[in-house]
């Protein structure tokens, strides 16, 4: 027979906050979740993601010679990219803290109602039981969510030589925006001109470097 002590009412409690709370952290999450990646801002919650950037077009930017892109700033975006996924994947998530509370009640009320055993024996069992179901939703997270998002980000490799199309105006020694594709996904990126001259709209074009969060870009 179901007994309800004060200690299966707390256990009840977190069973139905914490599901609740997960639930709805998962559910907002997917439809409204955002993860800024290497400086773009990611919209997860379709099918693909677009990426954006917010640009002032009256900013000047000057530009000299080409200059190939080095490893060592590829190394230095891939690091930016590599903390800020790691930034991401905190433990303290409000999913994994919710996924904690939630099990404790579930494993809570299993102890004293199926086991039969007593409070504090209970709290011995339930706590572990709640880091461990933790433990598993939070290493899901990171292998499934954070590693597939990774996967799906464009190289540098991928990016340099790569055909777009300008989608705002680039002017002289200004900055425009174009748009790419790469694995089947579009980025939008700001962009100027690697000769300092002006390019249409529509202008096919192609990246040749990238300074900062700039793409350099010639028309093809």
């Not at 009840?12 to 952290?25: I, Q």
């Not at 080095?70 to 930034?87: F, K, P």
């Not at 490799?157 to 694995?183: D, F, N, Q, R």
Request: glycine share 10%.
């Amino acid at each position: 027979m179901v007994q309800w002590t004060p200690i299966a009412l707390l256990y009840l409690g977190c069973l139905v906050f914490g599901f609740v709370l997960a639930l709805l952290t998962a559910i907002l999450g997917e439809l409204f979740g955002h993860a800024e990646i290497g400086g773009h801002d990611a919209d997860l919650g379709g099918d693909g993601f677009s990426v954006g950037h917010d640009i002032s077009v009256d900013h000047e930017v000057g530009f000299g010679h080409d200059t190939d892109i080095g490893v060592g700033h590829e190394a230095d975006i891939a690091g930016h990219m590599h903390s800020s996924a790691a930034a991401e994947a905190s433990v303290f998530n409000m999913l994994t803290i919710m996924t904690f509370i939630a099990s404790f009640g579930a494993s809570g009320l299993f102890a004293v109602w199926v086991l039969r055993w007593p409070s504090v024996l209970s709290l011995a069992f339930a706590t572990p039981m709640g880091v461990f179901f933790a433990a598993v939703q939070f290493w899901l997270y990171v292998n499934i969510f954070i590693k597939a998002q990774a996967s799906s980000e464009a190289t540098m490799s991928e990016i340099l030589g790569c055909e777009a199309e300008v989608i705002t105006a680039i002017p002289e020694e200004h900055v425009g925006e174009i748009a790419y594709v790469i694995k089947g996904t579009r980025y939008n990126a700001p962009a100027a001109s690697a000769d300092g001259e002006a390019i249409s709209r529509g202008t096919k074009v192609y990246v040749v470097n990238i300074k900062a969060n700039t793409f350099v870009v010639r028309p093809m």
